[in-house]
């Protein structure tokens, strides 16, 4: 506790003197005008890259997709986005799966820094944070994020708030408010966001409730596959018990802002209660009838932030800004097993980023940069699988672009060293990854690029020291001191293209695992806990798949526009033990947009195919197709207020989720109507 105090601290105090911190820049001048007409992106990219000239895979979720969006966790806000799926364990835990890979392989940010959460340790476990308090959400898919290094391997989402202002209010104060409801819950949400400015310091206050029942199916829970398995028959139920969730956050921040730059501190509170479904089920095969254990599992997380960041331009030099950012969190979460206190887990810890930020030179572009760590984690009560564990991180890196129009290069290198000092043993690794890039522009619309990059990625606390009862896994799992680094070699082919009425973007990628970390039935069972023992064993692996999303321009009129969008993306995942688990299937998703200034209007139909490549103890799901509807109304011309509404999954289909480890006996909610308004000013 002390020691990551102390690191704040010292981020603080370097921060003070220097006046600088991490945060989103403009892009450079030779990037104007494509800004005007593309994203920019600054996650995996500091110097800031449109996404149409980025040889990474992104996607945004921008303030006007957010202010519409339902209140969700962020696993399932992000899920059907291309290449990316849900863990979807439970309404309030679930945690993005990008191109097949989840847990320590996916990185979830807060304005580029970790959670120092226990979310990664389980899949029942809550990333902690509200999805509602963001300004924008980018996804990055693939390994070639070198900014923050191997526990990136398979992506990133970073989610960035505007805690801490970096511009002042319009008009001296500006935010939002927005509330909606959910009829397949119960759901009910609220929010709230003000800036408002003091002289030279821009204040800001946020508050985020969310609160649902159990959700309704279209068909019993279990599968038809288990109950078969059980020899038993569905009964009448159409709801998944224990999946309610309660959250509740408050936040604000202070910043002075001046001519050459900002410095601001922010502080915010997440406390929520969600059910854990299936955690403690037991089957009663008399009558066929199926029973639970008086009072389900829930858990109880409570998480307190601190972060600092901050922004110094330069006038000369070879660079034209200094950044550097720092966070404290403690983290706490206890498992209740109806009303008792069961397992605890804690998550004390800081995290700092110093950057320095090239000045933009005759196309060329980079950042050097400097990261620490140091997290403090331990578990206490029948389920601590995992012992405690101090864990330590140092990594320098840096990125270069050189971008001449017509053709231009990009390159990374970082070094990493990883220290894991626990009870059951202590290990070191020093990792290095790099990746090469280079993109051509044979006409004004096209971009081709292809990349190669190497990534090393330390095991993790879990895949080390394990050794106990996992229910949420549904297996006894043992660590192995003696894991490597685990290292993918990727290729990535990329491709835009922008004329006119079509947008075209498409990703197809490789990669090869050497020592790649799985989880796997060793055949014993533990005689305590009867569950089947896995082991973390290092195998050969290689994940094969792409992305593609296009849209056209149907029709366009005075600020009035129809159109057409397709999206499709497919992963294909082997090892030397036979195919990986839980790896999605292929999805296709085609919808129709109507925008204008007053109203708003899509259709959507997505289709996800048979996933029957499957692991050991793993069963296959079916093909689903959910169609949903949605629109929005802006009814008053000298107010900005938004009136909005969905119908998803109108069918009320049967649908799996094959990434979650609940596949079988909780499937993805049935037909759901949400209503809300949004009022910003």
């Given at each position: 506790?002390?020691?990551s ?6 981020a ?7 006046g600088?911190?991490a ?15 593309a994203?920019?992106?600054?996650t ?16 945004v ?22 290449g ?5 364990f ?12 989840s ?8 304005n580029?820094?970790?959670m ?6 389980s899949p029942?476990h ?30 990133v989402?970073?989610i960035?708030d ?14 939002h408010v ?7 819950d119960?759901?009910?949400?609220f ?5 408002f400015n003091a002289g ?9 409730t969310?609160?649902a ?9 279990e599968?038809q ?8 028959t ?16 408050i ?7 001046g ?27 008399e009558?066929h009838d ?15 932030r601190w972060?600092?960041?901050g ?6 030099g070879?660079?034209?800004s ?27 810890g800081a ?28 578990a ?6 995992v ?10 890196y ?5 971008d001449r ?6 390159g ?49 606390e ?9 229910v ?28 006119g009425p ?9 990669a090869n ?11 014993a ?9 896995f ?5 050969g ?8 999303e296009?849209?056209y321009?149907?029709?366009e ?13 497919l992963?294909?995942a082997?090892t030397?033990?036979g195919p990986a ?15 204008s ?6 259709l ?11 692991a050991d103890?793993?069963?296959?799901t079916?093909?689903?197709t959910?169609?949903?509807?949605k629109?929005?109304?802006?009814p008053?011309?000298?107010t900005d ?41």
């Amino acid at each position: 506790m002390t020691s990551s105090r102390s690191l704040l601290l010292a981020a603080a105090a370097w921060s003070g003197l220097s006046g600088v911190a991490a945060a989103q820049t403009a892009p450079s001048p030779a990037q104007d005008d494509e800004a005007t007409l593309a994203d920019v992106v600054v996650t995996g990219a500091p110097f800031g890259v449109t996404d149409r000239a980025s040889l990474l895979a992104v996607d945004v979720l921008d303030e006007e997709d957010l202010a519409v969006a339902p209140a969700a966790t962020l696993g399932d806000l992000v899920n059907g986005l291309p290449g990316v799926r849900s863990t979807n364990f439970a309404p309030g835990a679930s945690r993005p799966v990008i191109r097949g890979l989840s847990g320590p392989r996916v990185q979830v940010l807060t304005n580029g820094l970790g959670m120092i959460d226990a979310s990664s340790v389980s899949p029942d476990h809550q990333v902690a944070v509200d999805p509602a308090e963001a300004r924008r959400i980018e996804i990055v898919r693939g390994p070639s994020t070198l900014v923050f290094g191997g526990s990136a391997i398979g992506g990133v989402v970073n989610i960035i708030d505007d805690r801490i202002p970096t511009e002042r209010a319009e008009g001296g104060v500006d935010g939002h408010v927005s509330a909606q409801a959910s009829t397949v819950d119960d759901g009910r949400g609220f929010g709230a966001h003000t800036k408002f400015n003091a002289g030279p310091l821009v204040l800001t206050l946020d508050g985020y409730t969310h609160e649902a029942e159990d959700y309704a199916v279209p068909v019993y829970p279990e599968s038809q596959r288990l109950l078969d398995e059980e020899g038993e028959t569905a009964g009448p139920e159409r709801t998944v018990e224990n999946t309610f969730v309660e959250l509740n956050q408050i936040g604000g921040g202070v910043s002075w802002i001046g001519s050459r730059g900002y410095i601001g501190v922010s502080a915010k509170h997440t406390d929520t209660t969600y059910g854990v479904p299936g955690h403690e089920h037991e089957h009663e095969h008399e009558d066929h009838d199926h029973e639970h254990e008086e009072g389900g599992v829930s858990i109880g997380l409570q998480q307190t932030r601190w972060d600092l960041r901050g922004e110094l331009e330069f006038d000369s030099g070879p660079f034209s800004s200094a950044r550097l950012s720092g966070g404290w969190a403690d983290y706490h979460h206890t498992e209740f097993e109806g009303g008792e206190v069961g397992t605890q887990f804690f998550s004390e810890g800081a995290e700092g980023r110093f950057e320095l930020i090239q000045r933009e030179r005759a196309g060329w572009q980079g950042v050097l940069g400097a990261q620490v760590l140091q997290r403090d984690f331990d578990a206490v009560g029948d389920e601590a699988y995992v012992p405690q564990t101090e864990i330590s991180e140092q990594g320098i890196y840096t990125v270069q672009r050189y971008d001449r129009g017509s053709l231009g290069a990009e390159g990374g290198l970082r070094f990493d060293k990883r220290k894991l000092d626990s009870v059951a043993g202590e290990r070191d690794f020093s990792n290095v990854s790099a990746s090469a890039g280079v993109f051509v522009r044979p006409s004004q619309p096209l971009f081709l690029g292809l990349s190669l990059a190497r990534n090393e990625r330390a095991p993790s606390e879990v895949e080390l020291f394990a050794n106990g009862p996992h229910v949420a896994t549904g297996a006894f799992e043992v660590g192995d001191i003696d894991l490597d680094s685990e290292v993918a070699t990727s290729l990535e082919a990329t491709m835009h293209y922008a004329s006119g009425p079509v947008e075209f973007d498409l990703h197809a990628y490789a990669a090869n695992y050497d020592g790649f970390i799985d989880l796997r039935p060793t055949g014993a069972e533990d005689p305590d806990s009867h569950l089947p023992v896995f082991a973390y064993v290092q195998t050969g692996a290689e994940f094969r798949g792409f992305e593609a999303e296009a849209e056209y321009a149907v029709w366009e009129s005075g600020g009035r526009e129809l159109n057409a969008r397709l999206a499709a993306d497919l992963v294909k995942a082997d090892t030397d033990l036979g195919p990986a688990a839980r790896i999605p299937p292929w999805s296709l998703t085609a919808g129709l947009d109507w925008t204008s200034r007053r109203f708003d209007a899509g259709l959507e139909v997505r289709h996800v195919g048979e996933q029957d490549r499957t692991a050991d103890f793993e069963r296959p799901t079916d093909a689903y197709t959910l169609v949903s509807l949605k629109g929005a109304v802006r009814p008053f011309a000298d107010t900005d207020v938004t009136l909005f509404a969905e119908a998803s999954n109108l069918t009320d289909e049967e649908a799996r989720e094959h990434a979650s480890f609940q596949k079988d006996i909780a499937p993805l909610p049935g037909r759901n109507f949400r209503a809300g308004v949004t009022y910003r000013f």
